[in-house]
Nanobody
Framework: QVQTVESGGGLVQPGGSLRLSCVASGNIFVIDAMGWYRQAPGKQREEVALISRGGSTNYKDSVKGRFTISRDTAGHTAYLQMDDLRPEDTAVYFC???????????????WGRGTQVTVSS
């Protein structure tokens, strides 16, 4: 099995910054992509940022220019640098990793439990 664990959430004032981290572990052969999603109270989970194995990135329009997704060289850790945070960014942020397991070649789609980000004065 493959697991992802998020960290780095917290309370920040509008205009502030946070850096989220996500570590994927377990029976990993390769991770094709990692992504950050968020879910605010009463709303559906939405995609925030994605990064592929090759380093290609994709962002939700409302976070472009403010958030930056990256991965470490081993490819099992993803980061989300969030700058100029706004109250509407308040949500639980989830990390997702998709890829293939070692030996059995099974596809995995792993989700973490989330980390709370609250933007408030």
């Amino acid at each position: 099995q493959v697991q992802t664990v998020e960290s780095g959430g917290g309370l920040v004032q509008p205009g502030g910054s946070l850096r989220l981290s996500c570590v994927a572990s377990g029976n990993i052969f390769v991770i094709d992509a990692m992504g950050w999603y968020r879910q605010a109270p009463g709303k559906q989970r939405e995609e925030v940022a994605l990064i592929s194995r090759g380093g290609s990135t994709n962002y939700k329009d409302s976070v472009k220019g403010r958030f930056t997704i990256s991965r470490d060289t081993a490819g099992h850790t993803a980061y989300l640098q969030m700058d100029d945070l706004r109250p509407e960014d308040t949500a639980v942020y989830f990390c997702n990793a998709v890829g293939y397991e070692m030996l059995n070649g099974h596809r995995f789609d792993a989700w973490g439990r989330g980390t709370q980000v609250t933007v408030s004065s």
